[in-house]
């Protein structure tokens, strides 16, 4: 009887350890998952002088700082000051085959407004866009871009629907202008009037940062 209860003992204390190996094999496991990076995705922003950084140093613009709040992905920026989306459609292609990006962020319109371009070649050149990141395997998304009032209350209405349609057309994730509750401040713009300033560029990261993670999912 006491050879059968110390055989009795001694596999129980054999599962036992096997248990144990495998709860630490477990846990080791849960660590490297817990541990592994966040999957990283290259983001491409295709804008004007609002996120070009104008009028002041390149890392002080807001898409700079967004990197450093996005860290696990790839921004890349390919804004340039007084881009229109004639000139934004001209450039896309190869800025889509360095790039490939994940997705693209469509920042334009702004200066097309300022010269009193037609809304419909406004969105025919937009529609392009989205197409051609689409095409290319990237996700969309197209930022509403506003003109100031003084072009007139119908093409500044007009000029807005554009955006609205085309996302309701296209299917892409329409995020608002960022410019709109910082253009009213003055201690936020610069002497133009037009273009933010330092102080905006960390307001722009917290609006535009959410709609990225949101249109990335």
Same mark, same amino acid.
């Given at each position: 009887?006491?050879?059968?209860?110390?055989?009795?003992?001694?596999?129980?204390?054999?599962? !036992? /350890?096997?248990?144990?190996?495998?709860?630490?094999?477990?846990?080791?496991?849960?660590? =490297?998952? &817990?541990? *592994? @990076?966040? $999957?990283?995705?290259?983001?491409?922003?295709?804008?004007?002088? !609002? /996120?070009?950084?104008?009028?002041?140093?390149?890392?002080?613009?807001?898409?700079?700082? =967004?990197? &450093?709040? *996005? @860290?696990? $992905?790839?921004?890349?920026?390919?804004?340039?000051?007084?881009?229109?989306?004639?000139?934004?459609?001209?450039?896309?292609?190869?800025?889509?085959?360095?790039?490939?990006?994940?997705?693209?962020?469509?920042?334009?319109?702004?200066?097309?407004?300022?010269?009193?371009?037609?809304?419909?070649?406004?969105?025919?050149?937009?529609?392009?866009?989205?197409?051609?990141?689409?095409?290319?395997?990237?996700?969309?998304?197209?930022?509403?871009?506003?003109?100031?009032?003084?072009?007139?209350?119908?093409?500044?209405?007009?000029?807005?629907?554009?955006?609205?349609?085309?996302?309701?057309?296209?299917?892409?994730?329409?995020?608002?202008?960022?410019?709109?509750?910082?253009?009213?401040?003055?201690?936020?713009?610069?002497?133009?009037?037009?273009?933010?300033?330092?102080?905006?560029?960390?307001?722009?990261?917290?609006?535009?940062?959410?709609?990225?993670?949101?249109?990335?999912?």
């Amino acid at each position: 009887m006491a050879g059968l209860f110390s055989t009795l003992s001694l596999k129980a204390r054999s599962l !036992l /350890s096997r248990l144990k190996i495998s709860v630490a094999i477990l846990a080791t496991i849960s660590t =490297l998952f &817990a541990t *592994l @990076p966040v $999957h990283a995705d290259t983001i491409l922003i295709l804008g004007d002088s !609002l /996120s070009a950084s104008y009028g002041m140093d390149k890392n002080e613009g807001w898409v700079e700082k =967004l990197k &450093a709040e *996005l @860290p696990q $992905h790839t921004i890349i920026n390919a804004s340039v000051s007084g881009e229109t989306t004639a000139g934004g459609l001209r450039r896309l292609p190869a800025v889509l085959k360095s790039s490939q990006p994940d997705l693209v962020l469509i920042e334009l319109g702004g200066n097309d407004g300022l010269r009193g371009f037609s809304t419909k070649k406004l969105k025919s050149n937009l529609t392009k866009l989205i197409e051609i990141s689409e095409k290319s395997g990237a996700k969309v998304l197209l930022s509403e871009v506003m003109v100031p009032p003084n072009y007139g209350p119908r093409y500044s209405k007009s000029f807005n629907q554009v955006y609205f349609d085309l996302a309701d057309k296209k299917n892409v994730m329409l995020m608002p202008f960022f410019m709109t509750e910082i253009a009213p401040k003055s201690e936020l713009m610069q002497r133009d009037g037009i273009h933010p300033n330092i102080k905006a560029q960390p307001i722009i990261v917290d609006f535009v940062k959410p709609w990225i993670e949101k249109a990335l999912k």
